[in-house]
């Protein structure tokens, strides 16, 4: 499975971003993902996941209310749509995929795409 997350941008606090993770692969349906955020100096940061039938979903405290991920397995794209941000979501954000179902550590992941920097000021 060969991921790719797009979307970062620059916006400003209380506005809203969208990501997309493209996966190939037939077997990317079968898998949970992963989205983490690694800001500067800091270690990766669990930030949502879904199950791979897009049933549940789990959310980093710091983000509920405000981030909603999702799936369509038909188009092999994982999303994390990102309202209401603050400066402190800024930081380069990763999809992951893996067969272990929804974690929150980076090694309960299989697959990883490269980051997509989003950046919020304030």
């Known amino acids: 499975v060969q991921l790719q997350a797009y979307g970062g941008g620059l916006v400003q606090a209380g506005g809203s971003l969208s990501l997309s993770c493209a996966a190939s692969g037939r077997t990317f349906r079968s898998y949970a993902v992963g989205w983490f955020r690694q800001a500067p100096g800091k270690e990766h940061e669990f930030v949502a996941g879904i199950s791979w039938r897009g049933i549940t979903t789990s959310y980093a405290n710091s983000v509920k209310g405000r981030f909603t991920i999702s799936r369509d397995s038909a188009k092999n794209t994982a999303y994390l749509q990102m309202n209401s941000l603050k400066p402190e979501d800024t930081g380069v954000y990763f999809c992951?995929?893996?067969?272990?179902?929804?974690?929150?550590?980076?090694?309960?992941?299989?697959?990883w795409g490269q980051g997509t920097q989003v950046t919020v000021s304030s």
């Open positions: 992951a995929a893996g067969q272990q179902g929804i974690g929150t550590r980076t090694d309960q992941y299989d697959y």
